[in-house]
C-alpha cells in the first residue's frame, strides 16, 4: 500500500476567528469597567491648591458633582447654566430630579448621597455657601460634602543653625 506525498507547498492554516472574539470580549469587558468619573471633571476648572488635601481614602457614596467655575456658573452633568438665568435657579429642579432618583433607588439613600463641589479658585467663597445651603434645603435634603483641592507639596528649607 503507497501513500501519496503530501505536497510541500501547503501550510498549515490558521483559525483566527478565536483570537478575535477573545479581543472582543476583552475590549468590551474593559468598556464595561472603565471609570467615567473623569468625565464629570471640566479641565476649565482650576482647584485650588492646599496643604491639607488628601486623596479619598474611598470612593463616596452616591455622589453628585457639582463645578462652580470663576465665574459664578455651575455646570452639573456635563451642562452648565445659561447666561441669562441665574446657576441656583437653574440647578433647583435638577437637585430635585437627582433626589427623587436616589431616593426611589433601592439600597441607596438621600442622606448617605455625597455632593462633590469643585469650585474655581478664582470662585468667591460665598457662591460656594450658596451652593450648600442649596443643596441643604428642605425639598432636597443633601448633606454631606465634600470639597476638591489640589494637593500641594510644601517646601521646607532648613535654616542654618547658629552656634
Same mark, same amino acid.
Given at each position: ?12 492554516? =490558521? ?6 472574539? =477573545? @479581543? ?8 464595561? @469597567? #472603565?471609570?467615567?468619573? !473623569?468625565?464629570? %471633571? ?24 457639582? %463645578? #462652580?467655575?470663576?465665574?459664578?456658573? @455651575? ?21 430635585? =430630579? ?8 433601592? !439600597?441607596?439613600? @438621600? ?16 457662591? =460656594?455657601?450658596? #451652593?450648600? %445651603? ?6 432636597? !435634603?443633601? %448633606? ?20
Amino acid at each position: 500500500m503507497k501513500y501519496a506525498a503530501k505536497a510541500a507547498s501547503e501550510l498549515p492554516k =490558521v483559525d483566527m476567528t478565536p483570537m478575535i472574539d =477573545v @479581543v472582543f470580549q476583552l475590549m468590551s469587558f474593559f468598556l464595561f @469597567v #472603565l471609570s467615567f468619573s !473623569g468625565a464629570e %471633571q471640566n479641565e476649565a476648572i482650576r482647584l485650588p491648591a492646599s496643604e491639607l488635601a488628601k486623596p479619598p481614602q474611598a470612593p463616596p457614596e452616591s455622589p453628585l458633582t457639582l %463645578q #462652580l467655575t470663576s465665574q459664578g456658573n @455651575v455646570i452639573f452633568g456635563g451642562q452648565e447654566n445659561p447666561p441669562d438665568q441665574d446657576a441656583l435657579q437653574w440647578l433647583r429642579p435638577k437637585l430635585l =430630579v437627582e433626589r427623587q432618583i436616589i431616593a426611589r433607588t433601592p !439600597g441607596r439613600s @438621600v442622606a448617605e448621597a455625597t455632593i462633590i463641589i469643585r469650585a474655581d479658585r478664582g470662585a468667591k467663597t460665598g457662591r =460656594v455657601q450658596e #451652593l450648600m %445651603q442649596l443643596c441643604q434645603e428642605r425639598a432636597i !435634603g443633601f %448633606q454631606k460634602f465634600k470639597l476638591r483641592a489640589k494637593q500641594e507639596t510644601r517646601l521646607t528649607t532648613k535654616q542654618p543653625e547658629r552656634n
